[in-house]
C-alpha cells in the first residue's frame, strides 16, 4: 500500500519560509519522479515543482521560481520543498505526488500517487 505523508505545512507570515517534508512508503521510491503541487481554496490543483529520481532535473511553476527548491533524499524515501520569500497568494493545500513515468509530468493526471496534503497559510 503506497502511502505519501506530508508535514511541515503552517501560519507564517509573509517573507518567511517553511519547509515541507513528503515520506513515502510502499513504492520503489528513486524510480519515481516526485512532485509538489498546491490548490488555493476555490481553485484547481497546480503545479509546483518536480524533481526526477537522479535530483539530477527540477523543474518550477513561473510563480515560485527563485523563490521554492524541491529535493529529495532517497535514502530516507523523503521529498521536500523549502519555501522561502512566502506571500499571501502561497496560501493553499499543498500535496506531493509521485509518477513512475519518466516524463517529467506537469500534468495532476500523470501522478500516480497523492499526499493528503498540508495546509501553508501566509498571513500579509
Known amino acids: 500500500q503506497v502511502q505519501l505523508v506530508e508535514s511541515g505545512g503552517g501560519l507564517v507570515q509573509a517573507g518567511g519560509s517553511l519547509r515541507l517534508s513528503c515520506a513515502a512508503s510502499?513504492?520503489?521510491?528513486?524510480?519515481?519522479?516526485m512532485g509538489w503541487f498546491r490548490q488555493a481554496s476555490g481553485k484547481e490543483r497546480e503545479f509546483v515543482a518536480l524533481?526526477?529520481?537522479?535530483?539530477?532535473?527540477?523543474r518550477y511553476a513561473d510563480s515560485v521560481k527563485g523563490r521554492f527548491t524541491i529535493a529529495r533524499d532517497n535514502a530516507k524515501n523523503t521529498v521536500y520543498l523549502e519555501m522561502n520569500s512566502l506571500k499571501p497568494e502561497d496560501t493553499a493545500v499543498y500535496y506531493c505526488?509521485?509518477?513512475?513515468?519518466?516524463?517529467?509530468?506537469?500534468?495532476?493526471?500523470?501522478?500516480?500517487?497523492w499526499g493528503q496534503g498540508t495546509q501553508v497559510t501566509v498571513s500579509s
Open positions: 524533481i526526477n529520481w537522479s535530483s539530477t532535473i527540477t
Open positions: 505526488a509521485a509518477d513512475r513515468g519518466m516524463l517529467l509530468a506537469q500534468a495532476t493526471r500523470s501522478y500516480d500517487y
Open positions: 510502499g513504492l520503489t521510491f528513486s524510480a519515481f519522479t
